[in-house]
């Protein structure tokens, strides 16, 4: 677990405004005391934010960068940043060095998958959510990690997950195989029958485009399943 200097992040964190002093508190206390990794992806983003503006909370901000981030291709999201309102130069900037910092020491790419659980570290925080996240991971022919995407947010169903939506990216990747992955928020990792039915249905497409559906992965708190180690695919 990444231990911070308390004294280093209440410096770096700074003031925001009123409305959200008690949540950013709650945030830098959990970091303090259970590390870094237990805040949410929003709350990081707030965290690098420091503050809002007058007129726009840091909380309200940092979900539209959060928005901006997992919608925009990296070599124009810069440039949407910059469009967000309450998102200045400087603050534009810091976040895509923090992106770029951890792309350069902790990036995911060409990581090995071997088995189910190689992937989890890689995947956890989304089990800090309070909302379904569907991921796609796209593989190269040595199950090597392409890229991790998220493709919706929300409870899973058919009209969600469209196969055009999940392939689109993994076709652009010229992925050899790929493993999709979802959190489930109450915890139970147990597959539903939306999650059952959009797994074969999604198996089809993949066989039909010749690209291996290696796994389908929900992932809790505590526990995660897999459709392969079940001897569901």
Known sequence: MIQ???SAIFSY?????DDCESKKLNIRERVWKNGIECATTEELIMLILGSGTKERSVAVIAKDVLSCISKCDPECLFFELKCIKGI?????AAIMAS???GRRNYGMGGTIIKKPKDLIPLVQHYTLESREHFLCITLNGAHEIIKIR????????RSLIHPREVFVNVLKDHAAAIIICHNHPSGRTEPSENDIEITARLKDCADL?????????IIGKESYYSFSSACLL
């Open 150 to 157: 998220e493709i919706s947010v929300g409870s899973l169903n």
């Open 99 to 101: 992106l770029e910092l």
């Open 13 to 17: 964190i700074g003031n925001i405004s």
């Open 4 to 6: 911070l200097n308390q």
């Open 209 to 217: 485009l010749g690209i291996t559906l290696l796994d389908h992965l």
């Open 88 to 92: 200045s130069l400087g603050k534009a």
